[in-house]
């Protein structure tokens, strides 16, 4: 079950002292309404409820599914360290993960039935293809959905206030899986940070073979 905490607070505008909910723990199996939250990046939202003043209130997290098997562990800005896993999710998939841009993306992959890993390696490969197209040194991608065969990436373009969107072909995630089984890529143990180095990595390793 997911794990509520009250905590209390004071409005840094008015200074009304109130409660503020927090979760050490979601699962969305049981709390689907926490996971629209996850969805919708408002885990961290709150407002006051005397001046409305609105604030972002990042804290570490746990976000689970026992149903699809996997557990992400949130630690906003990526300091400090992960939880340690568990026995009883010794046997999930286990992402550490620093916002909820980032949760939001695992939770659409793995509901996909896609392997993040091989993901971050497509998304590596669309963004060497389409770099020329934006003045930028770094793309953005996040994976947004799958759509009549093709894998739609929603990528943030810095300087840009909307994403734009670009999609590939399924075979390429197919070559991607082909390349991980090549490399006899296993998962790293615990709370593994699967991203765009660890997929840089990835190819870097590849081509030397």
Not at 32 to 51: G, I, M, N, S, Y
Not at 69 to 83: D, E, K, N
Not at 156 to 185: A, C, I, K, N, W
Request: proline residues 6%.
């Amino acid at each position: 079950m997911s794990t509520e905490i009250l905590k209390d607070i004071i409005c840094p505008q008015c200074w009304e002292a109130q409660k503020y909910r927090l979760f050490a723990s979601i699962n969305a199996q049981e709390n689907p309404e926490l996971k629209q939250q996850a969805l919708e990046e408002t885990v961290f939202d709150w407002r006051c409820q005397r001046c409305n003043y609105f604030a972002a209130m990042a804290y570490p997290f746990l976000y689970m599914d026992p149903q699809a098997r996997y557990v992400i562990c949130v630690t906003p800005g990526g300091g400090g360290q992960a939880a340690e896993p568990t026995e009883a999710v010794e046997d999930f998939v286990k992402r550490r993960v620093k916002n909820l841009a980032e949760l939001k993306e695992k939770i659409l992959i793995f509901d996909s039935g896609l392997d993040d890993v091989a993901v971050e390696v497509v998304k590596n490969a669309l963004c060497t293809i389409i770099k020329n197209k934006y003045t930028a040194n770094r793309l953005h991608p996040y994976f947004r959905r799958l759509q009549e065969g093709n894998m739609e990436f929603a990528i943030f373009v810095p300087g840009q206030p909307e994403p734009v969107y670009h999609s590939t072909r399924m075979e390429v995630y197919q070559q991607s899986q082909e390349v991980l089984r090549t490399l006899d890529f296993l998962d790293p143990p615990g709370f593994a940070t699967i991203d765009a180095r660890l997929a840089r990595g990835i190819i870097e390793q590849y081509q030397a073979t």
